[in-house]
């Protein structure tokens, strides 16, 4: 199974921070990644899929980069609504797996 | 406006059967995979299980395969999972997942989410 790894596991930002949440691969699976935001008690959203492409309807303050094994997540100028736990999954091959979450808090 | 609709979940022993619905609006439900995901209390996503459009293929966690059992019915815009011999482990929000394969791979629409509690 490939593992996804996320850093930090938490971080603490401000209004109008900008943040960078990492995703590391333990396989190289190209481009096949997503990202999704989670706020208490409901359902996970789409953010970004295939890496860097960015889901209708979703801010354009969230931004995908990366391929292979290493990827990230940045969130410029952080509003109060952003404050949520954070997972990325890949989609390369199954058994499809998800990062462990970052939980980005308010300062 | 895309809806999935969830109903099932419910408080079962260990080693009952449970089965989950799913009932999916505002798409072309044939045209798509669907997958089930899972989040134990206080805890991160875990994917279930996925199911191609017509049906014809299947893909299970090592957690839940012998067990659970996917399932659609293209003619009812219905998903299915069928949980038997469920453990303590098993407990969790079950959500339904649009899986779209062939524009990115992606988990783009969601249900509600239900709750299934194994306990004695």
């Known amino acids: 199974d490939i593992q996804m790894t996320q850093s930090p596991s938490s971080v603490s930002a401000s209004v109008g921070d900008r943040v960078t949440i990492t995703c590391r691969a333990s396989q190289g699976i190209s481009s096949w990644l997503a990202w999704y935001q989670q706020k208490p008690g409901k359902a996970p959203k789409l953010l970004i899929f295939a890496a860097s492409s960015l889901q209708s309807g979703v801010p354009s303050r969230f931004s995908g980069s990366g391929s292979g094994t290493d990827f990230a997540l940045t969130i410029t100028s952080l509003q109060p609504e952003d404050f949520a736990t954070y997972y990325c999954?890949?989609?390369?091959?199954?058994?499809?797996?998800f990062g462990q979450g970052t939980r980005l808090e308010i300062k | 406006e895309v809806n999935l609709l969830q109903s099932g979940g419910d408080l079962v022993q260990p080693g009952e059967f449970l089965r989950l619905s799913c009932a999916a609006s505002?798409?072309?439900?044939?045209?798509?995979?669907m997958s089930w995901v899972r989040q134990a209390p206080g805890k991160g996503l875990q994917w279930v299980s996925s199911?191609?459009?017509?049906?014809?293929?299947?893909y299970y966690a090592d957690s839940v395969r012998g067990r659970f059992t996917i399932s659609r019915d293209n003619s009812k815009n219905t998903l299915y999972l069928q949980m038997s011999s469920l453990r303590g482990e098993d407990t969790a929000v079950y959500y339904c997942?649009?899986?779209?394969?062939?524009?990115?791979?992606?988990?783009?629409?969601w249900g509600q989410g239900v709750l299934v509690t194994v306990s004695s």
């Open positions: 199911i191609s459009a017509i049906g014809d293929l299947t």
């Open positions: 999954q890949q989609a390369s091959t199954y058994p499809i797996t």
């Open positions: 505002g798409i072309t439900f044939s045209n798509y995979d």
């Open positions: 997942v649009k899986y779209d394969f062939l524009t990115g791979r992606r988990f783009d629409y």
